[in-house]
């Protein structure tokens, strides 16, 4: 909070294109002595593209970034380190079959007659981690830590460097509520002792209780800044969406049909000690919240038959079911949109027409198992109108759309199959505002159709926008659900931090 | 397509250059050589290009062709089997193979590479320990079978030309196999799969299956191809027969566009790519290039061919991205 004329760490005009998207334009920010910034946007704002500039991970097509007044260029992650930025990825980035010193010394290794210092490194590390207070051996291995504890070791190394900007991304979206009180004790700690922290974050009340000062970004531009003072709720909301949030979210009412999902008794291996219970109605979308290890992703994958449930019923419009694989799922009408876009959701290497007819191919077949590439033409030629797909033409490799328009295909592949119960898992990851507009619009849109509509998003905004009903998991059971007059943000936090229900 | 048209040109430029400088190579005699042993290979790299499209590898194809082309020989004349069974036999022999192969590749989930080189050792074993380690031969008995590879079809108005038996039977499997991967959804799996196999996974599609039967046709063009070598030289020898055929069939694969990293393939290209690797072998021999340097040439000629395949994929890969992002500004 020091009030130093010149800015620790200063951003001019900073833009960045990617092929077909813009994702940064004309953007600064500063970042004041022992200052928390908190940067927000919603997903595709550019924060992380931002802050993958400022750590060396990628290059800015153009602006200036000044340390201390004086301009410099950081072309690297070791430029960054050189000028004491650190980035904190939200996946952490630890070798995790190594000890918590060799990690915090990965790269930099202490020598002794061109050997390996043992010691001095297990020294230096115990000075290290006290900074911030975590109590473990430098010895231990990282894999034998709590992820909290992971993220602390990760602040450890980056303090080891004497870091003075410290970025850190999404820190909180895997704690529980006491490893976040813990880590925010780190923060202030830091703070005091003059290091400056920018922190991204989807949790408007922990941006609350933390920043000193927040800068929001919106469609790759600066949306405005808050002072201390400023920082409320709704003002951060108004800034991110930067328009009325009910237009932006266009839920409308409408009466949810008969139980389409029903999920009764039902244990997946991933968390084989509770047993989950919910449904959702046709016409209804419901919407799945919990901090990112809660097993929501997990469960999703045994409704869709990725994994094989150890127990329990999965019952589709009143039909007991019994998957041992996606196709199973998908010939009872499910589908889902993967988290992994790129990994599960498309076959980047192939084009748009041969992504969008791969699921149908053996509905469509003719005799002997022969291609009906009319058939996937005109599924094509009809998804790409009706969603919006921003290509040349459906030959177009999918790999060159951007990142929304690949959801796009990836949606398309589904409703051609016209699916009765759709998944999403955090379906608006990594996409321009656009294209999230039209995400949801077409959420709401097969809703009213009759689908059934389940989905994941850790973007509370989203969950808070989009849900006639909120199910939270914590730790691998369902913690509560929320009806859609009793949903906020502190009531799914509550809930998704190992609260019960009230 | 434009991947099989610089394979084509290199096949076309090899042949120009070795009949300009040598008279022995545009013979009827030399011509009708190649195209059998083309013919051959051919059979084996298609059935290799399946497993590469799926992303995998299949290092025991040389050992396959030793085992099926000792056995049968072994079960016709030191057994007495009829041909009919004998030949049953050793195909589903072949099946067989494939099967266990893509069984533990899939369900095991043992990588391809340890599986079928295990498989290498094992099948060359038992070749040599089944058959007593001798070498065998159909004697003349087996005129009518071995036509199959020494056969010679006329060509109508063409005196000193004929068109060798295994063209025609690699001609029979390449029109099969180029419907399987570009007209039916199975071919489709194997190439999306090969590219991604979780993506295919969650489109529905029955992986393992998929991955399975590329093994299985993989194993049962060795073991055809296994039989044609063996029926064409009247002469095996359990230790050596069809030994390092796997790195020719990879290498036409490769040579015909199949990627590695899987995904990517054409039947014509691998056929071609079989012809290369047989022209290019047949014209050091004919050059009087030392033979010493063989294996050198051949793979130059296969890493410039490679080289040049990823400077032109790279090409068109920045061309797309420029082309996207101008539909993207212009939305």
Not at chain 1, 31 to 40: D, I, K, M, Q
Not at chain 1, 144 to 156: K, N, P, R, T, W
Not at chain 1, 334 to 351: F, N, T
Not at chain 2, 137 to 153: C, P
């Amino acid at each position: 909070m020091s009030d130093t004329k010149t800015p620790l760490l200063e951003v001019r005009g900073m833009s960045k294109r990617f092929p077909g998207v813009r994702a940064l334009h004309e953007v600064s920010l500063t970042l004041g002595h022992g200052e928390v910034l908190a940067v927000l946007g919603e997903n595709g704002a550019g924060k992380s593209t931002l802050m993958k500039i400022l750590a060396g991970v990628q290059p800015a097509d153009s602006g200036e970034l000044l340390l201390d007044g004086k301009a410099v260029i950081i072309n690297s992650v070791q430029a960054a380190l050189d000028h004491h930025v650190a980035l904190i990825h939200q996946e952490l980035n630890l070798a995790d079959n190594l000890s918590v010193a060799a990690n915090i010394y990965l790269g930099r290794e202490l020598l002794k007659f061109g050997l390996l210092d043992r010691q001095a490194m297990m020294a230096g590390t115990r000075v290290e981690l006290k900074k911030v207070g975590l109590e473990v051996t430098p010895g231990a291995l990282v894999s034998s830590l709590s992820i909290g504890q992971q993220q602390l070791v990760e602040i450890a190394k980056a303090l080891s460097i004497n870091a003075k900007v410290l970025i850190m991304d999404e820190p909180t979206s895997s704690l529980s509520a006491q490893e976040t009180q813990r880590l925010f004790t780190v923060v202030n700690d830091l703070r005091d002792r003059g290091v400056s922290i920018i922190y991204i974050s989807h949790r408007l009340g922990e941006v609350k209780e933390l920043a000193d000062r927040v800068t929001v970004l919106r469609d790759g531009e600066n949306a405005g800044d808050l002072h201390r003072d400023e920082i409320d709720h709704d003002a951060m909301v108004r800034l991110m969406v930067g328009r009325d949030v009910s237009q932006f979210y266009a839920r409308k009412q409408h009466v949810p049909g008969e139980v389409m999902l029903q999920v009764e008794d039902l244990v997946t291996s991933a968390h084989p000690q509770h047993e989950l219970n919910f449904s959702v109605r046709s016409g209804e979308i419901v919407g799945l919240s919990g901090l990112v290890g809660a097993g929501r992703t997990e469960m999703l994958q045994v409704l869709f038959g990725v994994d094989v449930a150890l127990a329990g019923q999965i019952r589709v419009a009143g039909e007991v079911t019994d998957f041992s694989s996606p196709r199973d799922a998908i010939g009872a009408g499910i589908a889902l949109v993967p988290e992994d876009r790129k990994a599960q959701g498309l076959v980047l290497g192939m084009s748009v027409t041969h992504n969008i007819g791969l699921p149908g191919l053996r509905r469509h077949q003719r005799p002997c198992g022969f291609r009906n590439g009319e058939q996937e033409d005109r599924d094509t030629e009809e998804m790409i109108r009706e969603l919006r797909v921003r290509t040349p033409g459906p030959g177009q490799i999918s790999q060159y759309l951007s990142g929304g328009n690949q959801q796009k295909v990836v949606i398309g592949k589904w409703l051609s199959l016209r699916p009765r119960v759709l998944l999403l898992d955090e379906p608006t990851r990594g996409i321009d505002v656009g294209a999230r507009q039209e995400i949801y619009a077409l959420m709401e849109d097969l809703a009213a159709k009759g689908v059934a509509v389940l989905f994941v998003s850790s973007e509370m905004e989203e969950i808070l926008g989009m849900s006639d009903r909120t199910l939270v998991m914590h730790e691998g059971r369902i913690s509560g659900e929320l009806l859609r007059d009793e949903l906020s943000e502190q009531a799914v936090m509550h809930l998704a931090t190992g609260g019960s229900a009230a | 397509m434009k991947k099989i048209l610089g394979i084509f040109g290199l096949l076309v430029a090899i042949c120009v250059f070795t009949s300009l400088k040598s008279p022995n190579f545009l013979t009827a005699y030399n011509i009708q050589n190649l195209i059998r042993w083309t013919a051959l290979f051919g059979i084996i790299s298609i059935g290799v290009a399946f497993v590469i499209i799926t992303g995998g590898i299949d290092l025991s194809i040389g050992s396959v062709i030793g085992l099926t082309g000792s056995i049968m020989p072994f079960l016709l004349v030191k057994h007495g089997w009829s041909v009919g069974p004998a030949l049953a036999a050793v195909i589903g022999l072949s099946v067989l193979i494939g099967l266990a192969h893509g069984l533990l590749i899939t369900k095991l989930k043992l990588q391809s590479f340890v599986v079928t080189l295990c498989g290498l050792l094992i099948y060359r074993g038992l070749a040599r320990w089944g058959t007593g380690d001798k070498t065998m031969g159909f004697g003349s008995d087996y005129d009518g079978l071995r036509k199959l590879a020494t056969g010679k079809i006329p060509v109508p108005g063409v005196e000193s030309f004929t068109i060798p038996m295994p063209c025609l039977i690699l001609l029979i499997l390449a029109i099969l196999a180029a419907i399987f991967l570009n007209k039916t959804i199975w071919g489709r799996y194997m190439l999306a799969l090969g590219r991604n196999r979780e993506a295919a996974l969650y489109s529905g599609i029955d992986t393992d299956k998929m991955e399975i039967l590329a093994y299985v046709i993989c194993s049962t063009c060795a073991g055809i191809g296994g039989l044609l070598f063996a029926l064409d030289i009247n002469s095996v020898q359990p230790s050596g027969h069809g030994s390092f055929y796997e790195l020719y069939a990879i290498a036409a694969a490769v040579l015909g566009g199949c990627s590695l990293r899987g995904g990517e393939g054409s039947i014509l290209g691998v056929v071609i790519g079989a012809a290369v690797m047989r022209v290019l072998y047949n014209s050091i021999n004919i050059l009087g290039i030392p033979t010493q340097l063989e294996f050198a040439i051949i793979g130059i000629v296969i890493l410039l061919g490679v080289i040049a395949d990823e400077l032109v994929k790279r090409y068109a890969a920045k061309r797309a991205a420029i082309v996207q992002a101008k539909v993207a500004e212009s939305s």
